[in-house]
Nanobody, 128 residues
Framework: QVQLDESGGGLAQAGGSLRLSCATS????????MAWFRQAPGKERELVAV????????YYVDSVKGRFTISRDNAKNSVHLQMNSLKPEDTADYYC?????????????????????WGQGTQVTVSS
């Protein structure tokens, strides 16, 4: 059973920062695309950012461009999401996801169905 462990969520004020981390022991991590998704109450899960297996390609949803940065450390089997200039609309449960099916994919997927392993989620609340 692949386990993805998220950490770093919590409460922040608008304009503040949080750094989310996701660690796994999954042996295919270094060849897997990784993503962060989020789900706000009453809304569908949406993509936040993705990163290719070697970190060479990233993608961000328009609403977080210039504020969030996704990164990975293949030596430590971890992926991170640095969130700056937080807004109340960033409030959601954040999930990391791993795609182990398509090794060394040049273009990481952007859909929930592209990812076959998911973390439990970490809550982020941004107050105004």
């Amino acid at each position: 059973q692949v386990q993805l462990d998220e950490s770093g969520g919590g409460l922040a004020q608008a304009g503040g920062s949080l750094r989310l981390s996701c660690a796994t022991s999954e042996r295919t991590f270094s060849s897997s695309s990784m993503a962060w998704f989020r789900q706000a109450p009453g809304k569908e899960r949406e993509l936040v950012a993705v990163i290719s297996w070697n970190g060479g390609r990233t993608y961000y949803v328009d609403s977080v461009k210039g504020r969030f940065t996704i990164s990975r450390d293949n030596a430590k089997n971890s992926v991170h999401l640095q969130m700056n200039s937080l807004k109340p609309e960033d409030t959601a449960d954040y999930y990391c996801a791993l795609d182990s099916d398509l090794g060394r994919a040049e273009v990481p997927g952007r859909l929930t169905e592209d990812y076959n392993y998911w973390g439990q989620g970490t809550q982020v609340t941004v107050s105004s």
